[in-house]
């Protein structure tokens, strides 16, 4: 699903925040856009229309170059987590890389994430991606509210599966840059073996992780 | 409704990569380069990223007058895509620099936002027309399966219509075939029944007439031995005399002959009835309709009157399968028909013929016809229009049930030009 331009040495990857409506998908890429710094992003681009019906996604670019020349290009993009607009999610999700699905902790929202979950998994099947292979993590997001699942029960349910399962607080900034990174390792571990990163274009997992995730630690962030 | 799920049905990607020429546009760019000119710079090169000149201003000034700024990078989606260069007057470099920054932001600023017009457009309108050709495909469905209900209701109306008529015709035959078997069920009772006492009345009439006869002789030889002795001779001839035994003698003996003829009479109609209850378990054979009618007209010779003229139209025909008799019997209660109904001069035209997997068989007879109020009782048993006495009303009624329980159909008409056409047709069984 990748696209890869061997020609022009351009390699696009696409990663997609997925999950139920108002499990903090936005606020994810917010807090990454505010954490990382802006050397080797593009801006967030926050798209909604209204119109007859509402669609809206959010886009986060990260842009770096591997020792060989390969330029890379990373989008993050979230989809909207309404029921009504599955056809956007289909559109966002088509030739997806990695994904990674935000999940609400608190408990009344246990039936939502499950659905969501079932939508990712039709949806994938639908643009042609098998869930067993595409790298997924999970994260438990709004960890900071009271009345969320306990980390026992998250073993409990997703320890089987081997997905990386990850908690956080989008909202107090905690959890998150983690879960990209996460997502961003299994990526590579999955296209590695395809376009050796490595040994083609000496880009090794690390320093790929690393360019993306590299964090702003002044006080004097840029805001959204 | 979705289409059917699987990747080819998907013709929409968000997000397509794009250049600098593709989201800026020089409509956008020209005025912004021609309005650096009048900050005093000389020249304003826009190039992407391998360096080829997109769009430029101050053409007249040659590039190598004045001095240039360093390249300031364009920007998409955090990758670098171009450069803005400016050259001028070296004295001010200060100037050159801001309006090379100026732009480059200005610039950066206009592909994000055309970018973002660029990918809400793209993907509201991927979206809707997604949803449309989802609407398109469901619409299409939609009035398939209307126009097949709607086939399927026409030709169902037709269908009901037509399997009413086919149980309506099944009914009557049915009802029909419930009555003969009824009428069947009740003559084999009656029959049962009327044969004993039948048996020993006609013996007893027979033994009767041979003592009456010898009553008779007895009274005869008295008489010649009386007779010229009176005075014994003329009382026994005025007791003769007084008891009329002179008629009596000669009508016991027809009174006798009259009853024995009644006593026959009811045996004939009593096996006429066990013949039409015995039907089904007749004997079947292959048959030659043809042949079967020249066989019932052989034995029915002596019931033609002198005048009659029997036409034979006979066809090449198939065999069939059934009992002969049975079909003779009913051939000739057809026929006599015909001869009681045009005793004097009558023209019987027997017709067969193979036709549609059917033996047709038709009687036109020249009498007067069978009026339409009583022509679809005519196969009822017991039906007859003829004197009490005269018909037992079986004829037709037994030819009706030997042909429909060989399958096969009768019926009657009566043509404008007179006389009575019954026409028989009798399926080719599969055996």
Known sequence: MIEYDEQNSRMVLKL??????LSGKTTNLLCLHDRLVQDGR??????????????????????????????????????PGQVKHDATRKAVLQRADGVAFIADSRLR???????????????????????????????????????????????????????????????????????????????????????????????????????????????????? | MPPQDSPENIRYIVGTERRLEDVLRAEDVAPLLREALRTGVHRVIVGDDAGKTLWTSGDGVPATMGEATENCPLRLEGEPVGTVK??????????????????????????????????????????????????????????????????????????????????????????QSEKMAAVGQLAAGVAHEINNPVGFVTSNLQTLRKYVSRFTEMLAVSREILNGQPPASETFNRKWRELKLDFVTGDVEELLR???????????????????????????????????LERTLKIMARAFPGESEIIKDFHPLPNLIGNGSLLCQAFMNIILNAVQAQPQTLQLTIETRYQDGQVRITFSDNGPGIPTEIRNRIFE??????????????????????VTSMGGTIDVTCPEAGGAVFSIALPLQEH
């Open chain 2, 86 to 175: 400016v050259f001028g007057n070296s004295e001010k470099r200060d100037l050159l620099k801001a309006v090379a920054s100026l732009l480059s932001g200005t610039l950066n600023i206009l592909a994000a936002t055309n970018l973002k017009r660029m990918l809400t457009t793209e993907l509201h309108t991927t979206v809707v027309s997604q949803s449309y050709e989802d609407l398109l495909i469901a619409h299409r469905e939609l009035k398939a399966s209307e126009t097949r209900y709607r086939e399927l209701a026409e030709t169902l109306e037709k269908k009901v219509d037509e399997r009413t008529a086919e149980l309506k015709r099944a009914y009557n035959r049915l009802l």
């Open chain 2, 258 to 292: 009259q009853s024995l003829e009644g006593t026959e009479r009811v045996k004939r109609i009593v096996a006429d009835l066990k013949g039409f209850s015995h039907i089904d378990e007749s004997e079947l054979s292959p048959l030659n309709i043809n042949r079967e």
């Open chain 1, 109 to 224: 929202e246990t039936a939502n994430n499950t659905n969501s979950f079932e939508n990712l998994e039709k949806n994938l099947s639908y643009v042609g991606l098998d869930i067993d292979k595409i790298p997924l993590v999970i994260q438990f997001n709004k960890q900071d509210l009271k009345e969320t699942i306990t980390a026992q029960d998250i073993e409990q349910t997703w320890g089987p599966t081997g997905i990386p399962v990850l908690c956080a607080s989008a909202l107090q900034g905690w959890g998150v840059v983690e879960t990209f990174r996460e997502l961003v390792g299994h990526t590579y571990d999955h296209i590695d073996s395809r376009f050796s990163l490595a040994k083609k274009h000496g880009l090794a997992k690390e320093t790929f992780v690393a360019q993306l995730t590299r964090q702003d630690l002044s006080d004097a962030r840029t805001s959204p």
């Open chain 2, 381 to 402: 048993p017991f039906f007859t229009t003829r004197d009490v006495g005269q018909g037992t009303g079986m004829g037709l009624a037994v030819t009706y049930d030997i």
């Open chain 1, 16 to 21: 997609v925040y997925y999950g139920p409506a």
């Open chain 1, 42 to 79: 593009g801006e967030l681009m926050v798209l909604d229309t209204t119109d007859d019906r509402t669609i809206f996604f959010d886009l986060l670019p990260f842009f770096l170059v591997a020792p060989s020349g390969l330029k890379i290009k990373v989008k993050v993009y979230t989809v």
